[in-house]
């Protein structure tokens, strides 16, 4: 966890594409309608958003650098600050509550030796807990990365975070989840 | 067998991809709509229809499209509003991850009826999964002609993308999900002028829910007045309801708006009841936002007619011993729940997600949850109590966006039926912190023959 | 009628005035004057888009319009809702706004710092008026109030954003005078704050006109030479000869010398012609402006009303004892 900033910030030519494509979503000069989603693209790719990739955004996306920092402050997904490889976002809100989610939070606490926010001297995990990720009939859940993890017990923490440590990649871009919804 | 709309389909093999989903009727509104149905015409069946809009607050979506404003060589578009936080509320990732070209199919008809070229899913951010779901249907409905340019050689063109937040609540309020979009924070704005006049880059807009969107199929398919047959007086149709809390069946619901809170609850069919066999305490309808209800005024209301699943019946009585049904997020509470833990964590919810550009939530939000934090935490004072209905009283209505309602009404309910739980809280200090208060006394309201 | 745009009525707590169409109603009620105009302290007429955050100026409409008279469900920001013909607004004749607006000020007053002793704007500070007219005797607030630490801004501005009210006028004014923004609103909620995020400077021609739109002293001037109170300082009116802005100004003088430069200000407190940098902080010899004579302050505040002695007067309850 020692690095404070990144020295080189650029996206390789597949991303830029994919910042184009995003670009191209909306009409002429509205690319600063593409913010966001080229924040999360910058994210996953740096792990964080410091302020020379912030910059870097902004030259992309010809807007001035605050109008990057405000947005990047202003929304609850984005890291300022450096984070562990996987971040375990736990469901804090009324519905998982009283399902048990303050008790999965201290067992994660405990196991990794961590309070909510820090991140593991390994760098592998940071706990976050978050507001409601609407999945409140499959209570308790966490996120990490894209992926949904419902229905939690202590042994399907165990389990994952088992998963996670031998394969710190947090997106599981594409892969199935199992909600286990309601029958129709 | 209660008919279903929206998810008939969900559990056919395979119905998010595109084949599946064509060969079991899909894209046939489109069809309709566009080859034998003037724009106005599907405005019409909309309106003929009843349904009220499904993000909140229940608004006749024909009505709102009807507001459009149509200037001469503006463009207007049509957003979908996917940002669902409101906390109870999953029922449109269910839908959206299960049957996504049902949305896109949607949202071809509505933009055809509202005219707009351009339209777009907003989605939440942490649906990042479900926004890729739907990319690969858009691509494959570009693929197969429902998309694009001259669809079905009809002459009307039509892109449609799905774009990202990253994590606020606020943003699921329309002016604030236009904002969004636009690249900036989420700050809703202030109003006059309205999104049908003003919208996204300062053109008319109409924002409608996913599940809104999603109704318009059957509509168009069946017919306005088929799908008004369903449902009890001005609650037309099917409703997705998102089910949790501690019942033993949580999960989403299509439900006809006729039936029982009771039988939705109790039934098999439905929640099946309580968890552990344990009682009843209380239940939010509708999403955190709305009122809670005490045990005694859930299934029954005040004057002691059965309560529906309907706007009107979760409504009745107003706020005074009524609820709403909101966005259809119902959460049950079984009697080993605090009411004061519950009210202090929405609370927090509201805080962290006030954008604080008004002074009354951004502070004020802020203050209610200290002030609750400290009696859930046994150091309150019995003046506290009093205080919280002051600070929410003046949030209420006071606010450029409902955010600020809906940090003040829970509050307000939770004081309103359980006041005698949070006078326990300081005067049991300790006791609080070692055990729930349980079901709170039933109270007899004068039942209003005027 | 040989007036071209026809003209709409509106009565305000009981006085009728008429006006062009499109008026907001604070607009409105500043054409009658007095006690019917609401409090402001986000909106600024020369900013476009402000207005609407701060709710202190909030009203009832106790009737919509003549076509409508149904009176609007709640009450409405005046600064940034138009009139209709035939609207009837209250304002200090509602109980309704004044139990609102006490409970405004009292949710800006506390996270504010009480520290109205020490601060440069104590004096001409709108926070400062509204509490004295609006506000509780005490705070029910009993919890820490939230701090930053004070920061300089480039050479000139300080910002000390413990006070800010977040009413965005700075932001505005930076958008609208200056070409590249480079300070904004960060993070959400209470945790919101003005910044520039990597500490920049502002170094912008007209960036110090961020200082006098500030209702608060969350922006103030770094060379505002001999600390001292405002009461102190004698206002005059003075111009130079500019090529950047107007050139007309007030210096605010102690003795014989220039303590600091500010734009002239009307009775809402709001600057009409904004002025460049170089007059405000690089003019401070008496022989650099053109004296004109005594400014009149004639805004309805703690100065000139008089309300400000020294010692600091006991005159706000809430602002003194925390
Ligand atoms: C704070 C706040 C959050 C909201 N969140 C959502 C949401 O997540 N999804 C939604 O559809 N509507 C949400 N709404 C309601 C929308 O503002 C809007 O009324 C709705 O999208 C309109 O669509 P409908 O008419 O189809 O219901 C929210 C409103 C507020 C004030
Ligand atoms: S009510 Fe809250 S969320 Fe809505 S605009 Fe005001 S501060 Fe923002
Ligand atoms: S610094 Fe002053 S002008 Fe800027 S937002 Fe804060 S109070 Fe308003
Ligand atoms: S002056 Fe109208 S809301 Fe602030």
Redo the contacts with the bound molecule.
């Keep these: 966890m020692s690095e404070t900033t990144h020295s080189q910030v650029s996206f390789s030519d597949e991303l830029l594409k994919e910042v184009n494509r995003v670009i191209g979503q909306f009409p002429e000069g509205k690319q600063k309608s593409a913010l966001i989603r080229v924040l999360h693209i910058a994210q996953a790719e740096f792990g964080w958003l410091s302020v020379p990739v912030m910059d870097y955004v902004a030259r992309l996306l010809h807007i001035q650098p605050i109008e990057v920092y405000e947005v990047a402050t202003f929304y609850s997904m984005y890291d300022t600050k450096p984070v562990g490889k996987v971040k375990l976002e736990v469901c804090r809100t009324g519905p998982c509550m009283i399902e048990g989610a303050e008790k999965i939070v201290k067992y994660i606490e405990d196991k990794l030796g961590i309070q909510d926010g820090e991140t593991t001297a390994d760098g592998i995990f940071t706990l976050k807990t978050v507001e409601c990720l609407g999945a409140c009939g499959y209570a308790p859940m966490l996120q990490a990365g894209e992926k949904y993890h419902e229905h939690l017990t202590e042994a399907k923490v165990d389990e994952l975070i088992e998963a996670y440590r031998k394969n710190p990649v947090a997106n599981y871009m594409g892969q199935e989840t199992n909600l286990n919804s309601a029958k129709s | 067998m209660t008919r279903k709309l929206l998810l008939d389909k969900v559990n056919v093999e395979g119905i998010a991809g595109y084949d599946v989903y064509r060969k079991n009727g899909g894209y046939r509104s489109v069809e309709k709509a566009l080859k034998t149905m003037s724009p106005d015409e599907v405005v019409e069946e909309v309106k003929k229809s009843g349904l009220r809009?499904?993000?909140?607050?229940g608004?006749p979506?024909g009505m709102?499209w009807s507001f459009l404003a149509k200037p001469e060589g503006v463009p207007r578009h049509l957003l979908c509003?996917a940002?669902?936080?409101?906390p109870g509320t999953f029922k449109d990732r269910y839908l959206m991850e299960k049957i996504p070209h049902l949305l896109i199919e949607g949202m071809i008809v509505s933009s055809f009826a509202l005219g707009a070229n351009q339209s777009y899913i907003y989605i939440r951010g942490e649906y990042m999964y479900v926004l890729r779901i739907l990319e690969k249907a858009i691509a494959e409905a570009y693929a197969n002609g429902w998309l694009g340019k001259n669809i079905l050689g009809t002459g009307f063109d039509l892109d449609l993308s799905v774009t990202p937040g990253a994590g606020a609540?606020?943003c699921?309020?329309?002016t604030a999900l236009i904002e969004s979009l636009e690249g900036k924070r989420g700050n809703p704005r202030i109003k006059p002028p309205f999104p049908a006049v003003k919208g996204l880059w300062q053109r008319p807009t109409v924002?409608?829910?996913?599940e809104?969107i999603a109704a318009v199929v059957p509509i168009v398919n069946d017919g306005g007045e088929e799908y008004a047959k369903i449902g009890i007086g001005r609650s037309t149709g099917t409703k997705l309801i998102s089910a949790g809390g501690n019942i033993n069946k949580p999960g989403v619901y299509e439900i006809e708006m006729n039936i029982t809170v009771e039988e939705f609850i109790y039934s098999d069919t439905y929640c099946g009841g309580i968890k552990n066999g344990k009682r009843l305490k209380a239940c939010v309808p509708g999403g955190s936002s709305v009122p809670i209800l005490p045990h005694y005024l859930v299934c029954k209301t005040a004057a002691g007619e059965d309560r529906l699943m309907t706007y009107e019946s979760l409504a009745d009585g107003g706020f005074a011993t009524g609820s709403m049904l909101g966005?259809g997020g119902f959460i049950v509470y079984d009697e080993d729940q605090c009411i004061v833990r519950n009210t202090w964590n929405f609370t927090r919810f509201y805080h962290h997600e006030s954008c604080g550009q008004c002074s009354p939530c951004r502070e004020g939000t802020g203050w209610m949850e200290k002030v609750l934090h400290r009696l859930e935490y046994g150091h309150g004072k019995m003046e506290d109590i009093n205080l919280l209905w002051d600070i929410q009283r003046k949030i209420e209505g006071n606010t450029i966006?409902?955010?600020g309602d809906?940090a003040a009404w829970p509050v307000a309910a939770a004081i309103r039926h359980f006041r005698e739980e949070f006078e326990w809280h300081v005067n049991e200090p300790k006791a609080c912190m070692e055990r729930n208060y349980g079901l709170v006394t039933e109270k007899t309201f004068e039942t209003a023959t005027a | 009628m040989s007036e071209q745009t026809e003209k709409i009525k509106v009565t305000i707590d009981g006085k009728l005035v008429e006006v062009a169409p499109g008026t907001t109603i604070l607009n409105a009620a500043r054409e009658i004057g007095g006690e019917v105009v609401p409090p402001a302290m986000c909106y600024y007429s020369s900013l476009k888009g402000s207005g609407g955050k701060c709710r202190t100026c909030l009203v009832e409409v106790s009737k919509g319009s003549e076509k409508d008279p149904r009176p609007m469900p709640k009450l409405v920001a005046s600064c940034s809702t138009p009139v209709a013909d035939g609207m009837e607004v209250k304002n200090k004749s509602s109980e309704k706004v004044l139990d609102a607006r006490k409970g405004v000020v009292e949710f800006l007053l506390i996270n504010h710092p009480l520290d109205c002793p020490i601060c440069d704007q104590a004096g001409e500070c709108h926070l400062q008026d509204l509490a004295f007219e609006h506000g509780l005797e005490k705070t029910r607030y009993e919890f820490k109030r939230r701090t930053f630490d004070q920061i300089d801004i480039g050479e000139y501005i300080k910002l000390h954003m413990t006070r800010c009210i977040l009413c965005y006028r700075c932001v505005y004014t930076a958008d609208q005078l200056t070409n590249a923004r480079e300070h904004g609103v960060l993070k959400r909620g209470d945790a919101a704050e003005i910044s520039t995020y990597i500490q920049n400077s502002l170094d912008n021609d007209f960036i110090g006109n961020v200082i006098d739109v500030c209702p608060v002293g969350a922006l103030t001037d770094r060379t505002f030479r001999f600390k001292s109170r405002v009461w102190y300082t004698k206002p005059m009116d003075v111009h130079c000869e500019c090529s950047k802005c107007s050139g007309k100004a007030v210096a605010w003088m102690i003795g014989d010398e220039i303590a600091r430069i500010t734009a002239r200000k009307d009775q809402y407190g709001e600057v009409k012609e904004f002025i460049c940098n170089d007059c405000r902080f690089n003019k401070k010899q008496k022989s650099d402006w053109v004296f004109e004579g005594p400014r009149h302050i004639d805004r309805h505040s703690v100065i000139s009303a008089n309300k400000y002695e020294d010692p600091i007067p006991e005159h706000t309850p809430l602002l003194n004892k925390a």
């Design positions: 809009g499904r993000g909140g607050a608004f979506t709102k509003n940002d669902e936080s409101e609540y606020i699921g309020e329309e924002v409608n829910n996913v809104t966005s966006c409902p955010l809906a």
